[in-house]
């Protein structure tokens, strides 16, 4: 078996984080000898690795008791890199300034500062002395390559270093990865903890700059740095190295007031989602689908090109296994002619050389069978990625032999070949250390398994999104009419319908005349930003004496500015919006519209600036496509004018993201040969809420 790295840059000879995360010295302040304390357990984590550097406990309670044990940094025999705060938090401050005045260049703290009125004291200490600081309320970190922990829990010494780098905001994940499962080999772990100064970014930064680092693994609770976190995360992409994401949050429990049908079905995290699947993040839903896919992505090679083939000893499973891939939208590769000869004669009468492969009868000559039909499947030019599945148990003599198989059938190709077994509780953990000391994961369970499958053939599709080049225009100024809309759409270059303002009867007729019937006409008075909805909207108007009557009856209501437009015809509605986070920029929405913008709960949304080829594709996707695209028989409507106005509404959102903070195109009517927007809504930033 080929183990291809994803990581191809060279490391980075010192990182400005290396004081922290691979110091050369540390004093551990509250080391303590009293067993079962947090003290003695930051003492025994140190001091159990392979750390080459100096370690020094320091608590003046022991000095002249305890040997080894110091009273206070200055007494060190030299200035160390990193001062660990194992203390309470009414020792914080004075320990901090300790530390500063040593000239540290580096403090983790676990306390949790926060039960402190000293927090921002904290962060002005550290700060004004360029000290790197981990947490507060930090449950430390794990660098294997270097052999030291940091860390103020017990946790287990024998931690196989490896290529998953992992940086957890949650203390109890960081346990929980690192602690249970030996078949996850890290080169690094961290908790950064409340992030007062450094953040995900930072720490995502340092471990990219590792040459061990195959796949970096993120829990996330927020993000304190997202301009930060997105650079990293573009050199990450540019990088090759795989990120895996776990963000936690997800859900609104409220939603800001909004001027759009935009804002209503935008929330902060759809824009967050966008942000990452722009940068090629792979988003797990539980920790099960993070572990799975961190174990896949740093143990194998990235898939070739092709779908996912697998081999069973039982047919109900194989069956399992397919409708599962089918929910997932996994594809299932079809074995060439080839492969089914050459497979076909290893297998007993009644069973069909096909996949996913059932290889299992009587169980004569069941190794061979195995082994031949594994490396043929393996083969095959239509196979990304293999899968051995069994209910993997280390107790039983036909696993043993199928476990010897798979280490076999794994050195003669170049793809990657994992085990999974279907049900998660199997007793198969030394197995599984057994497989993963080969360089082959052992995925529990089926979804989890196949998600992690997805993620990997999705690394191997993964296509970086095409940025369009800059428009040179500036939008140096925002009004809220859908006259000014219209001209700032075609300025962009979408399509709208044509149009005139006027404020009398006369006027109103005149602009009718001149765009040629049938018009619509729609109140222009401030304020209003659903027209519809106070009946503010006339449609399908064929001559004057109908126009004039709705507009004394507009006039009378709502006041007496008016727009009048072309009336467009469509067969189909779509919408367009604009939504600018404050944290990630700007996002567009690409939606059925109309009425069915809340009735068919789809949409893409794609982040600012795009390509028409962007948008397209992100069309494609969406199931109310096929109302574009030829639905049963329908004439084929204008679906590269959709597109082409996405991209245009992305660039009027890029170069007005200082100004805009909201804009609604609802509906566009598409139609054979056009795309035109026939309503725009625009909230500037700094509108009131309504």
């Known amino acids: 078996m080929t183990m291809t790295s994803y990581h191809k840059a060279p490391v980075m000879p010192g990182h400005r984080l290396d004081p922290l995360l691979a110091p050369r010295s540390v004093a551990l302040l509250g080391a303590s000898n009293v067993p079962e304390s947090f003290g003695q357990a930051m003492l025994h984590m140190a001091q159990a690795g392979s750390f080459s550097g100096n370690i020094y406990p320091v608590n003046p309670r022991y000095v002249g008791h305890v040997d080894g044990f110091f009273s206070r940094l200055a007494d060190l025999p030299e200035h160390v890199d990193h001062v660990v705060l194992g203390v309470a938090n009414e020792r914080l401050i004075p320990c901090l300034i300790e530390a500063k005045d040593h000239g540290a260049k580096a403090v983790t703290i676990f306390a949790d500062a926060k039960a402190t009125p000293d927090q921002d004291r904290i962060r002005a200490i550290a700060s004004e002395a360029g000290i790197l600081l981990c947490g507060p309320n930090s449950m430390g970190f794990h660098n294997l390559d270097a052999g030291l922990r940091i860390s103020p829990f017990p946790a287990p010494k024998n931690l196989v270093p490896g290529g998953i780098a992992a940086i957890l905001q949650s203390g109890s994940i960081m346990g929980a990865l690192a602690h249970n499962d030996r078949r996850l080999r890290f080169n690094m772990l961290v908790s950064p903890g409340s992030e007062f100064l450094l953040t995900a970014a930072d720490y995502l930064e340092w471990a990219l700059a590792q040459s061990s680092t195959r796949v970096v693994g993120l829990f996330l609770e927020t993000v304190r740095d997202p301009v930060g976190f997105l650079a990293v995360l573009d050199q990450a992409d540019r990088q090759g190295v795989p990120v895996v994401m776990l963000k936690v949050g997800r859900t609104e429990l409220s939603r800001r007031m909004a001027h759009s049908h935009t804002g209503a079905l935008i929330g902060n995290h759809d824009i967050f989602m966008a942000a990452m699947r722009d940068r090629g ?410």
Not at 536 to 555: C, H, K, M, Q, S
């Open 281 to 690: 993040v792979h988003m797990a839903d539980t920790v099960d689908e993070l572990a799975a896919t961190l174990q896949l992505f740093a143990m194998h090679s990235p898939a070739a090109s092709g779908g996912l083939a697998s081999i069973h000893d039982s047919g109900g499973e194989r069956e399992l296994l397919v409708d599962t891939a089918a929910a997932l939208e996994l594809p299932i590769a079809e074995f060439s002619a080839e492969t089914v000869a050459r497979i076909q004669p290893h297998l007993e009468p009644g069973l069909h050389a096909e996949n996913p492969l059932d290889a299992w009868a009587s169980g004569k000559n069941a190794e061979t069978t195995f082994l031949e039909s594994a490396v043929a499947m393996m083969d095959d030019p239509g196979v990304a990625v293999g899968l051995y599945v069994l209910d993997w148990r280390q107790d039983y003599y036909l696993h043993a032999m199928h476990a010897s198989v798979l280490i076999e059938a794994a050195k003669r190709t170049h793809k990657p070949l994992a085990a999974l077994s279907n049900y998660s509780l199997t007793v198969n953990h030394d197995l599984a250390c057994h497989l993963a000391d080969h360089g082959i994961a052992l995925l529990e369970g089926t979804e989890e398994g196949l998600k992690a499958v997805r993620h990997l053939l999705a690394q191997r599709d993964r296509a970086r999104v095409s940025r369009p080049a800059p428009t040179g225009q500036a939008v140096t100024a925002i009004a809220e009419g859908e006259a000014e809309g219209f001209a700032l759409l075609r300025g962009y270059g979408i399509d709208t319908p044509a149009f005139g303002i006027a404020e009398d009867a006369d006027a109103v007729a005149a602009e009718a005349a001149r765009i040629g019937y049938p018009v619509a006409l729609k109140t222009a008075m401030p304020a209003i930003a659903h027209k519809t909805d106070v009946g503010g909207v006339v449609v399908g108007i064929t001559d004057e004496e109908a126009l004039r009557t709705a507009y004394a009856d507009l006039n009378a209501r709502l006041g007496p500015k008016v727009i009048v437009t072309e009336m467009i015809p469509g067969v189909a509605e779509w919408s367009l919006g604009m939504i600018n986070d404050r944290d990630f920029g700007p996002a567009v929405m690409i939606a059925p519209g109309g009425v069915m913008i809340e009735l068919l709960p789809e949409r893409a949304i794609l982040m600012a600036p795009f390509t028409a080829e962007t948008a397209r594709a992100a069309i494609l996707h969406l199931r109310a496509a096929r109302l574009l695209t030829g639905y049963r028989g329908q004439p084929a409507l204008a679906i590269d004018a959709l597109a082409s106005a996405a991209a245009g509404l992305s660039q009027l959102a890029h170069d007005g993201r200082h100004l805009i903070e909201e804009l609604d195109v609802n509906p566009v009517l598409v139609s054979r040969g056009r795309a035109v927007a026939v309503d725009v809504l625009i909230k500037p930033i700094g509108t009131p809420e309504i």
